[in-house]
């Protein structure tokens, strides 16, 4: 099975800063037929499911605002909120569908410093 | 509105079955797959398996094959999840979540239910 480490476990960040989470697959996640990185990033608030936030790698979910940013290839890939905001504060959850069975990431908690 | 409502919570003893089910609506239910994921109290993401709606033929994970059964009756636009001699170690929110692809797993679920609990205790 394909294991997603995400770092850090946590993160507390101050009101308009950036935040930053790192995703590493220990198998590369980019097909080659597709050109395509088979790497998502999920939202999940307390008490609510989780919310599809960006897949491909860097394609935003629709309504999903532009300070949501993915990035990344192969087995390196990183989650930005490039101006943090009260409502973002939440789980962010990565997620492989290159191969079954499909893996998440342990989750990153961001908080409000 | 595009939307899966699952069935409400469960409290089962250790030994019995539990079938969970997922209505959807708003959208044409055989144009996508369904996936199914779990998360016990506290814990991360676990994705049990993928059922399409066009052959009902499911995928699981391998921590899952055996007691767990995916179904789906195309007719009710639903998806369920059985699971039987259940342990206490399967207490956990059980999400199912539509899949974009009705042909291919290899794809993003967009649309989550809002989880059901299955609580096991003696």
């Known amino acids: 099975d394909i294991v997603l480490t995400q770092s850090p476990d946590s993160l507390a960040v101050s009101l308009g800063d950036r935040a930053t989470i790192s995703c590493k697959s220990s198998q590369s996640l980019l097909y080659s037929f597709t050109h395509k990185n088979y790497l998502a990033w999920y939202q999940q608030k307390p008490g609510q499911p989780p919310k599809l936030l960006i897949y491909w790698t860097s394609t935003r979910e629709p309504g999903v605002p532009d300070r949501f940013s993915g990035s990344g290839s192969g087995t390196d890939f990183t989650l930005t909120i490039s101006s943090l905001q009260a409502e973002d504060v939440a789980v962010y959850h990565c997620q492989q569908y290159y191969s079954l069975p499909f893996t998440f990431g342990g989750g990153t908690k961001v908080e409000i410093k | 509105q595009v939307q899966l409502v699952q069935s409400e919570s469960e409290l089962k003893r250790p030994g019995a079955s539990v079938k969970v089910s997922c209505k959807a609506s708003g959208y044409t239910f055989n144009s996508y797959g369904m996936n199914w994921v779990r998360q016990a109290p506290g814990q991360g993401l676990e994705w049990v398996g993928w059922i399409p709606t066009n052959t009902g033929n499911p995928i699981y994970a391998q921590d899952f094959t055996g007691r767990f059964v995916l179904s789906l009756d195309t007719s009710v636009n639903t998806t369920y999840l059985q699971i039987s001699s259940l342990k206490p170690e399967d207490t956990a929110v059980y999400y199912c979540?539509?899949?974009?692809?009705?042909?291919?797993?290899?794809?993003?679920?967009?649309?989550w239910g809002q989880g059901t609990m299955v609580s096991v205790s003696s």
């Open positions: 979540a539509r899949s974009r692809d009705a042909y291919n797993s290899h794809d993003v679920s967009d649309i």
